[in-house]
């Protein structure tokens, strides 16, 4: 029992008793250590977001870099197919309506009429608007003779070079009984675009990232220095190709124009050509019309699906 008591008092007192001050000075530092490191990632976080945001846009200048001259390696064949465009633009000249036409225009159209026995009494050209290549001028001609004349006038209309479409063909007869007949023919010519769009800047979208900017160098943090030169390089280097990129963007922009203008005007011609054939085949049901009407006038229509429709004015 005694020795039970004696191992239970040196218990005690071993529980008891302090810890030796090198375990103090321990246990301190450890404190410290936690409560200083968690000081520092409170303070480091913001510039390791901040280094992590400078790398991404550093990775982005580097892949718009990539990207741009890639469309800068275009070049040679956009400057061969604008070649190509060019000399396609400048044979079609003659089949379009030049802003300066007019007097050579009535001068055409009176010597079509003259040669088809006709008398050219007016002709008028309107106000250009534009069109999807190409602006659209109207005009009006009127002529006046024998009836039979109208078929091979209008067959040396549409043949004329400069490419037109029919917007009407009024007939009157000004004395009943007679042969003699006014036409008045209403058409669209063609004319170059007295507007270009201009190009979209390509500089615009190949930009360097809004992190790029040289006003935000005074908050970078100094261990992200380094990040932010080679960002500002990469952003120096892809600002340095707009030049580049916009002079391709102005050749593409003249290509894109004259191939738009030179399908546009093939589906001008080939409507006008089938328009030519479908106008002479009405030209006698339009002339039984003007014979059956009261009031002797009869018209021509352009309708739904390239047809051509007769008025009676009736």
């Known amino acids: 029992m005694r020795e039970y008591a004696t191992q239970a008092v040196l218990q005690t007192a071993a529980v008891s008793a302090p810890l030796p001050p090198v375990f103090g000075r321990v246990l301190v530092a450890a404190a410290l250590l936690t409560v200083g ?38 070049e040679p064949d956009v400057t061969a197919a604008l070649d190509r465009e060019r000399r396609s633009a400048a044979d079609r000249r003659l089949h ?8 050579v225009v009535r001068g055409a159209l009176e010597q079509l009429a003259e040669a088809s026995g006709l008398e050219a009494s007016s002709f008028r050209l ?31 209309f549409y043949r004329q070079p400069r490419v037109v479409r029919l917007v009407s063909l009024d007939l009157e007869s000004p004395e009943y009984g007679t042969e003699r007949a006014v036409a008045t023919l209403k058409w669209e010519f063609a004319s170059p675009a007295r507007t270009q769009a201009e190009p979209a800047d390509p500089s615009v979208h190949w930009a360097p990232p809004a992190l790029a900017r040289p006003s935000s160098e005074a908050a970078v943090a100094g261990w992200n220095t380094d990040n932010w030169d080679a960002l500002v390089d990469s952003a120096a280097m892809l600002r340095g190709l707009g030049p580049e990129l916009r002079r391709v963007a102005v050749l593409d922009q003249e290509r894109d124009t004259l191939e738009t203008e030179r399908r546009a005007l093939e589906r001008w011609q080939e409507a006008s050509t089938a328009e030519r054939g479908a106008v002479l085949r009405k030209i006698p049901s339009l002339l039984q019309t003007l014979d059956a009407s009261a009031i002797g006038k009869a018209g021509l229509r352009p309708g739904p699906g390239g047809t051509l429709q007769i008025v009676d004015d009736d």
Do not use: M
Request: proline content about 6%.
């Open 37 to 74: 490191g968690a000081a520092i990632a409170t303070v480091a976080r913001p510039a390791l977001r901040q280094g992590r945001l400078i790398d991404a846009a550093n990775e982005a200048c580097l892949n718009r870099i990539s990207h741009a001259q890639t469309w800068l390696a275009r």
């Open 126 to 156: 309107g106000t250009p608007r534009r069109g999807e290549a190409f602006d659209v001028v109207p005009a009006a001609l009127t002529v006046e003779g024998d009836r039979v004349e109208l078929p091979p006038f209008l067959e040396a």
């Open 96 to 103: 379009l309506l030049a802003a300066d036409d007019e007097v």
